[in-house]
């Protein structure tokens, strides 16, 4: 069955480091999202692919990245990571040309120390 | 931005008790969509209604699009205690980039058995 994978699913790093999470799907979808969720704010946008080498900023990107080299993959990484980048981080893709239906990973949660 | 707005925040029920629950909106959509996510997971999709539908059902899942209103309704029948999850409707945009969800903050349902 097609599916979404994050890794890790816990991560504990400290401040200033470079932190990398991974998303893989084999939907061969070619949309993909990023999103942080904290209590109070529901899910926000980071960043977003709509394919190969295609990246736009989501409405709260300011300190992360992606690049997308392949369909399956959109890593997001955490240039410098901050104390306000604990969070909950989930990745979701969605097929072209569809109703936008998102199928979501199982999420990683990382704490900034 | 946030465009979808549920109600209430929070739902507490007995086993067996419809659970109903409210989104607003803003703009015009092509269609809303119901997501449900359980506790330390991630969000997996329930229901879509377009913007040319008034109902729709899905098992015990009934939703409603009033467009004139900006407003859906998702009902719960007969709930039960696996129903325990918080509840998200996210919308796509009309015009403009159709291809992201814009999401709600959520209502956060309890079953009690």
């Known amino acids: 069955d097609a599916e979404i994978t994050q890794s890790p699913r816990h991560k504990i790093t400290e401040t200033g480091r470079q932190v990398t999470l991974a998303c893989h799907q084999t939907?061969?979808?070619?949309?993909m999202f990023w999103y942080r969720q904290d209590l109070g704010h529901g899910l926000r946008l980071i960043h977003y692919s709509y394919g190969v080498h295609d990246t736009n900023k989501g409405e709260v990107s300011d300190g992360y990245s992606v690049s997308r080299s392949n369909t399956e993959d959109l890593p997001l990484t955490l240039e410098s990571a901050a104390s306000s980048q604990t969070s909950v981080y989930f990745c979701?893709?969605?097929?072209?040309?569809?109703?936008?239906?998102?199928?979501f990973g199982a999420g990683t949660r990382l704490s900034v120390l | 931005s946030q465009q979808g707005e549920e109600d209430p925040q929070a739902l507490s029920i007995q086993e067996g008790e419809n659970a109903t629950m409210n989104c607003s909106y803003k703009?015009?959509?092509?269609?809303l969509q119901w997501y449900r996510q359980n506790s330390g997971r991630g969000l997996v999709h329930l229901i879509l209604?377009?913007?040319n539908e008034r109902e729709k059902h899905s098992g015990r899942l009934r939703v409603t699009l009033d467009t004139s209103k900006k407003s859906s309704s998702l009902l719960i029948t007969a709930s039960r205690a696996a129903d325990t999850a918080s509840y998200f409707c996210?919308?796509?945009?009309?015009?403009?980039?159709?291809?992201?969800?814009?999401w709600g903050l959520g209502t956060s349902l309890a079953v009690n058995p």
């Open positions: 996210a919308t796509v945009l009309n015009a403009g980039n159709n291809r992201k969800l814009i």
């Open positions: 979701a893709s969605s097929e072209s040309g569809g109703p936008n239906i998102q199928y």
């Open positions: 209604i377009r913007s």
């Open positions: 703009t015009s959509i092509n269609n």
């Open positions: 939907w061969n979808h070619n949309n």
